[in-house]
């Protein structure tokens, strides 16, 4: 089938990424697209040396290149818009792209900085008929799926604890949503997607957030506890101030244990203890290798694909779990402004990221 598809947004993930030579690839939209056998034929991105690069790595005649998406969906009758430019342009480009019935909008994370906007987001797309994906590219892996598979088999007994974290550098650029917000917003939104993803769903967060070296701002580092519906007690960090970059789940059971992060992932059962007669240790296993290995950006775009062409209506990570990752992280900043525990679900209108971080 014919897909007209665009890249809105030709930067790091766009496509930049796929010449890193230690990235396992693909690692972008574009190669998981190409990947997957879509070919995007129209391009946008107010830099023109960007738009460029990107043009000649795909092969996009100069006609069907853009420096404003407004044009772009004015000449293009698109069925496949994949927007990964600034967090801040987020709402604004998917709303006309649902108003003018794009019928996959792929967005990357996080969809917007306030639940507000992402709920308004919801709604134009609901009203509109448009399938809405937000990357959260680790719902698409092979091992993690693996892992939920492990979980919710049950052979590991009950879902116990999770103990999750995004460890990174302080916030280094003026704190706004054009910058990706802090390290909660800008890359927490993937391990709290994923700890939604093993435990269901969230509805209470105490948290406290910190900066180092500022009185206003996006946080440098925040510590959560929370709680699923499921009873599943969650410990969450991000940020910290770091030298490097982890992002670690150890999800403790009741007859085992899962520990999976970047490149690496382990699992635990109980084995008679060689050090305390009647007791069991923790002994490590051979984690089971996944029957299908396909990367998650090759996995998302043949669910595009498979939805396009009306083989399924079923998206790994929907328009509304980005909605609800969000909102956790929001939950999580209005705890540490106001000094207390918020219960989920969260009204859209009662969160102010500017009135939080003075910004």
């Known amino acids: 089938m014919k897909i007209n598809s665009a890249l809105i947004g030709c930067g790091r993930i766009g496509f930049l990424l796929e010449s890193d030579p230690l990235r396992n690839k693909p690692c972008t939209h574009y190669g998981g697209a190409l990947s997957a056998g879509i070919k995007f034929n129209y391009a946008c991105d107010i830099n023109s040396d960007r738009l460029k690069a990107f043009s000649q790595k795909a ?4 006609q069907f290149l853009f420096s404003d998406y407004k044009d772009l969906l004015k000449h293009a009758d698109l069925d496949l818009a994949v927007i990964s430019a600034n967090t801040s342009e987020h709402y604004k480009i998917i709303k006309l792209c649902a108003e003018n019935k794009v019928k996959v909008i792929v967005s990357e994370k996080p969809l917007t900085a306030e639940i507000r906007t992402a709920d308004e987001i919801l709604n134009i797309c609901s009203k509109n008929s448009v399938n809405l994906i937000t990357n959260h590219e680790r719902r698409y892996d092979p091992y993690y799926r693996t892992a939920k598979q492990l979980i919710d088999s049950g052979k ?24 990706g917000g802090g390290p909660f917003l800008h890359d927490g939104t993937h391990l709290v997607d994923m700890i939604r993803f093993f435990s269901g769903e969230i509805c209470y967060v105490s948290s406290e957030f910190k900066r180092y070296s500022r009185t206003k701002g996006f946080e440098d580092y925040i510590a959560c506890h929370m709680k699923s519906d499921t009873g599943v007690e969650i410990f969450a960090e991000a940020g910290g101030n770091c030298s490097y970059f982890a992002f670690e789940l150890d999800m403790v059971l009741s007859k085992g244990r899962i520990i999976i992060g970047n490149g690496y992932r382990r699992i635990f059962i109980p084995k008679e203890s060689s050090y305390y007669t009647g007791f069991y240790d923790l002994s490590e296993e051979m984690f089971p290798t996944p029957k299908d290995k396909r990367n998650s950006f090759t996995n998302l775009y043949r669910e595009v694909k498979s ?19 969000l909102e ?8 540490s402004y106001k000094q207390k525990p918020v219960y989920l679900p969260l009204s859209p209108d009662k969160i102010n990221i500017r009135r939080i971080f003075d910004i």
């Open 59 to 62: 092969t996009i005649k100069p």
């Open 156 to 179: 590991l007994g009950k879902l116990i604890s999770i103990r999750g974290s995004m460890m990174t550098s302080s916030h280094r650029e003026s704190s706004t949503a054009e910058n």
């Open 307 to 325: 939805v396009l062409s009306n083989k399924t209506n079923k998206i790994t990570s929907s328009g509304l779990d980005g909605y609800k990752a």
């Open 328 to 335: 956790v992280i929001n939950a999580a900043y209005l705890s």
